[in-house]
């Protein structure tokens, strides 16, 4: 079972990303499966995923499920940004990545326009480089939002961000680069006319120091991500982006083409088509709050309860 094995299991693979950086994971008992690069060779699929908890639940979900379907599996989770998980699937030290439509397009072109879902999808099928492919993408996102508290949006009537130039002037609490970015301060103005705003840089990007501030009314309106507990803990409400200020981050299967199969594609796009941002806000709530539940009975729960597995 892969529970049982991931635990006895453990490999450090070394990739070249302009530094060296050190990747924990699994590898099989036998050297003899794994060459001198750390790539695994055969049919073996190394499951990754970026250094924070929601990327290794998401990890786990393919993981668990693509054993369970007959595939071999391993894993070599928190391994740091793109700038180190790219360059592992290229070399094969990893061969799936959970992946953020959005994010991954302007990896590789930052002046792309595309902003909803169905844009962002298409854009990536011609922008990946040969020799990676995506799957279908997940109605479940992860992405900055603008965010204000229940109470006020029934007070005032808020629904989408065009309804704050009803509470204006009011105070923004996001981190620093808010000011500047896009989506941020200049994006509000452009997409929905707000200029009468107050900016209080908080530097925890959606954490709990801007979350205490919006609960406590230092700011009115907060940027807080998508999939965040406190969404749900504190009673706070996501305001609708009817223009696509913010792009779309929906949950990705990226892989390097080589341990491509129908059979896998079958796994993979079950498991998108399951999984919803509630979803991710609940599988967070169980690992990063009072249950401390490990990522990979967070995971084996979720398929369960989704009836994924055989």
């Known amino acids: 079972m892969f529970a049982a094995n991931r635990r006895a299991r453990v490999a450090i693979a070394t ?13 099989t008992s036998d050297p003899t499966d794994t060459s001198a690069d750390g790539s695994v060779t055969g049919d073996t699929i190394i499951v990754g995923s970026f250094a924070y908890p929601e990327s290794e639940i998401l990890g ?8 369970d379907a007959g595939f071999e599996v391993e894993t070599k989770f928190n391994l740091g940004p793109r700038q180190t998980t790219i360059p592992a699937l290229e070399d094969g030290s990893v061969s799936l990545m959970p ?3 959005g994010n991954l397009l302007f990896f590789y072109d930052t002046e792309n326009a595309a902003r909803t879902t169905a844009e962002v999808d298409a854009a990536l099928e011609t922008t990946v480089p040969d020799g990676f492919q ?5 109605p479940a996102e992860d992405k900055d939002a603008y965010v204000v508290t229940q109470e006020l949006a029934d007070e005032e009537g808020l629904v989408s961000i065009g309804d704050l130039a009803k509470i204006e002037p009011f105070s923004l609490g996001a981190s620093p680069q808010i000011a500047e970015l896009p989506y941020g301060i200049p994006g509000l ?12 840089p908080i530097e925890d990007f959606g954490g709990p120091d801007t979350v205490k501030a919006l609960v406590d009314d230092a700011v009115q309106v907060a940027d807080i991500f998508t999939t965040s507990p406190d969404l749900v803990a504190k009673n706070l409400l996501v305001l609708e982006d009817p223009e696509n200020l913010i792009a779309a981050q929906n949950i990705v299967p990226l892989l390097n083409s080589n341990i ?10 079950a498991i998108s088509a399951a999984l919803t941002t509630e979803d991710l806000i609940t599988l967070r709530d169980r690992v990063e709050g009072t249950e401390k539940a490990q990522a990979e009975t967070a995971a084996q729960d979720w398929l369960t309860e989704k009836g994924l597995l055989n």
């Open 15 to 27: 990739v070249a990303a302009g530094t060296l950086v050190a990747l924990a994971g699994c590898s």
């Open 60 to 67: 786990n979900i393919y993981a668990i499920a693509l054993e």
């Open 99 to 101: 992946e953020y439509n």
């Open 134 to 138: 995506v799957l279908n993408s997940s």
């Open 189 to 200: 103005e452009s997409a929905y006319g707000l200029t009468d705003i107050t900016f209080v």
């Open 260 to 269: 491509y199969s129908a059979e896998l594609a079958v796994v993979l796009d």
